[in-house]
C-alpha cells in the first residue's frame, strides 16, 4: 500500500515522502497517529500544496545540523566514573550517559542518534563516538573518561575474635592465679 509521509519517522522516510508500507502498518500504526496520509489524488495535490513549506523545514533541519556539526566536532566530553586501580570502571560509559552529559553541555541529542564501539566504554581512556545528525550527516566526538577517586574509610586493625571458651579459659587462668596464697615461709 502506498502512503505518503505527513511527519518524519527515523525508520521510514521524512515528511513528504511516498513509501510502499503494509497494509496493516498503515492501517494501525501510521494513520491514526497521523504519521501518514492516504496515497490518492486528492492527497497528492494537497502534499504538493505544501511541498514548498516541506523543503524549507528540510532546510532549515539542514542547516541546524551543519552548525551542530561543526560545534560537535571541536567538542569533547570528559566524563568522570569511579573506577578500579588498573582504569578498569565500576560501570560502563553507555550512549544514555553520554546524551545525558552532552545535554548538560547545551547540546540536544537524542541517545538513539549516538553509536560507540561495542555496547559502551568499560575503561578510563580516550574514544570516540559518531553522532547521526540529519540525513547523511555525522559528527565525532572524541569523550575522554578519567577515573574518580574512590574515598575508602580505614578502619582501625581489630584484634582477632577469640571465642567464648578461650576468653572463659584465660579468665579461669588469671583468676586461679591470683586467688591462690602466696606460700610464705613459716617463722617460729
Keep these: ?21 503494509a497494509k496493516g502498518y498503515a492501517r494501525n500504526y501510521l494513520f491514526p497517529r497521523g504519521i501518514a496520509l492516504p496515497y490518492t489524488p486528492r492527497m497528492i495535490k494537497i502534499i504538493e500544496g505544501r511541498r514548498a513549506e516541506i523543503e524549507a523545514r528540510k532546510e532549515q533541519k539542514r542547516m541546524d545540523a551543519r552548525g551542530l556539526k561543526e560545534k560537535l ?13 588498573n582504569g578498569k570502571l565500576y ?30 566504554y568499560k575503561n578510563v581512556g580516550k574514544y570516540k563516538a559518531a553522532i547521526r545528525l ?15 577517586e574512590i574515598k575508602t574509610e580505614t578502619q582501625p586493625k ?9 576468653e572463659q579459659r584465660r579468665e579461669g587462668v588469671q583468676e586461679g592465679q591470683s ?10
Aim: charged letters at 30%; proline letters at 4%; zero cysteines.
Design 158 to 166: 581489630q584484634a582477632p575474635r577469640r571465642n567464648r571458651r578461650d
Design 1 to 21: 500500500m502506498k502512503v505518503i509521509l505527513n511527519k518524519d519517522l527515523a525508520t521510514l522516510g521524512e515528511e513528504g515522502d511516498v513509501k510502499e508500507v
Design 73 to 85: 566536532d571541536s567538542f569533547e566530553l570528559n566524563i568522570t566514573m569511579p573506577a578500579g586501580a
Design 134 to 148: 540529519y540525513e547523511n550527516q555525522s559528527a565525532e566526538i572524541t569523550v575522554t573518561i578519567i577515573a574518580q
Design 179 to 188: 586467688d591462690a596464697p602466696a606460700s610464705e615461709p613459716a617463722a617460729e
Design 91 to 120: 560501570g560502563a560509559v553507555t550512549n544514555q550517559t553520554i546524551a545525558d552529559e552532552l545535554s548538560k553541555n547545551g547540546f540536544q541529542v537524542e541517545r538513539k542518534r549516538i553509536e560507540l564501539a561495542g555496547n559502551g
